[in-house]
């Protein structure tokens, strides 16, 4: 694998690590600003809308400047989006700090799996892919754990001031050893809107909005969980969120090795088996020792999906992958925002901490049947097509010559 997918990796960390340590530190943000936490699980929503939006605009005023300045510029702002969370008196500016760093997020990653994808040759696409999104990964493991320590030792802010510097660190990473590609003539946003006329796309995207988001639907509310039912200590998150990351890290990993063989039956299983685990959580969440084994299974069947999911998108709008890709990481994030905001209603509604596991499962579940039409709709695609070649008359031979 080429060096250069390391900075994009150290980028992948850097975003990472602010889209979860979030998760780990509401209890502490909802204190300092005097809200419920509920209402401070909206930081998840905002920053989780802020890459559905930011992914598709931001990427297309990117076409005019080359990959490698994009990701730059980006990091940029993801630093300065991380400092106005860090210095926000009031929960509204931390909305908006959220919203800033997460414009950068779908656009870099979106671009930065097209940057991964063309360092290697296509039977590695989907690998390399995932080495990019082992440092989203990898965050989970040492980035988010780490700031919830810190967040809880030192108070919050402090958290989104160390995110601010390894930004830093990413844009020199991406700015060093990214090699320069030279714009593409003929990009333009026409065509890269085309890709959004195939179905398979579509499906794709409606796949990762529904999968990730079961995912979302339980790690979001995690501490409340796992500390109000399960029973952990505060101090007990922070190595929880350790083993959610690892099971991030091993799903990632196995992901992007099975996605360039066999795809579709990949996604069968992680997405089928993510909806049972995800209904189990709400028995297993009462059991410290269970609830942690959960943890793990559903970090890792949801990053299972990742590299199969945004590998689809790249395949079905080849012809002009930039913006799609960006849409799709902004689907994750949809995903993100939908079933944050679906698990806050459920718990609002009295139905309890373990309620968005429900949630959960059934968006899962939705993203399994979807996969399977999307299956279906390929079969009678190419199958027709293999019919008529095996079928077609054998071309009659030439007469021989006379000499």
């Given amino acids: 694998m080429p060096l250069a997918l390391l900075a994009l990796a150290i980028g992948a960390f850097g975003i990472g690590t602010t889209e979860f340590v979030i998760m780990g530190l509401l209890p502490e943000v909802a204190a300092d600003f005097q809200v419920s936490i509920p209402t401070a699980g909206f930081l998840v929503t905002a920053y989780a809308l802020g890459v559905v939006l930011g992914a598709p605009l931001m990427t297309a005023l990117g076409t005019r400047v080359t990959r490698k300045r994009m990701l730059v510029l980006l990091m940029g702002l993801f630093v300065v989006g991380n400092v106005v969370s860090a210095v926000a008196p009031v929960f509204g500016v931390m909305a908006v700090g959220r919203v800033i760093a997460s414009l950068a997020h779908g656009a870099f990653f979106g671009i930065g799996t097209v940057v991964a994808a063309d360092l290697v040759a296509p039977q590695k696409k989907a690998g390399a892919i995932a080495m990019m999104f082992t440092g989203l990964t990898v965050a989970n493991v040492v980035g988010v754990p780490l700031g919830t320590y810190i967040g809880q030792s030192f108070g919050w802010r402090t958290t989104f001031f160390v995110v601010a510097a390894i930004g830093v660190i990413g844009l020199l990473g991406v700015a060093r ?16 809107l085309a890709a959004f006329r195939n179905v398979q796309v579509l499906l794709a995207m409606a796949m990762t909005v529904l999968g990730f988001g079961g995912v979302f639907a339980a ?3 995690i501490t409340p969980m796992m500390t109000e039912i399960a029973g952990y200590s505060t101090s007990s998150v922070t190595w929880l969120l350790v083993l959610l990351g690892l ?14 063989r066999r795809l579709m039956p990949l996604l069968y299983v992680s997405l089928g088996a993510l909806s049972v685990v995800l209904a189990l959580f709400t028995l297993t969440a009462h059991n410290k020792i269970a609830a942690a084994v959960t943890i793990v299974l559903i970090g890792g069947l949801g990053f299972a999906t990742v590299p199969p999911l945004q590998k689809r998108v790249l395949d079905q709008a080849a012809d ?10 902004g689907a994750f994030n949809l995903g993100n925002a939908l079933s944050a905001w679906l698990g806050g209603l459920a718990i609002a509604a009295g139905l309890g901490y373990t309620a968005p596991n429900w949630v959960g499962a059934a968006l899962a579940a939705s993203a399994l049947a979807l996969a399977v039409v999307s299956g279906v709709l390929e079969r009678r695609t190419v199958t027709p097509s293999r019919r008529v070649a095996r079928h077609s008359p054998e071309p009659a031979l030439a007469p021989a010559s006379r000499s």
């Fill in 247 to 260: 099971g991030m890290v091993g799903g990632n990993l196995i992901g992007g090795k099975f996605a360039d």
């Fill in 320 to 329: 002009a992958p930039t913006l799609a890709s960006a849409a799709n990481i």
């Fill in 177 to 192: 050893l990214v090699p320069e590609q030279p714009r593409r003539e003929g990009v333009r946003l026409r065509n890269e």
């Fill in 219 to 221: 790690i979001t509310y």
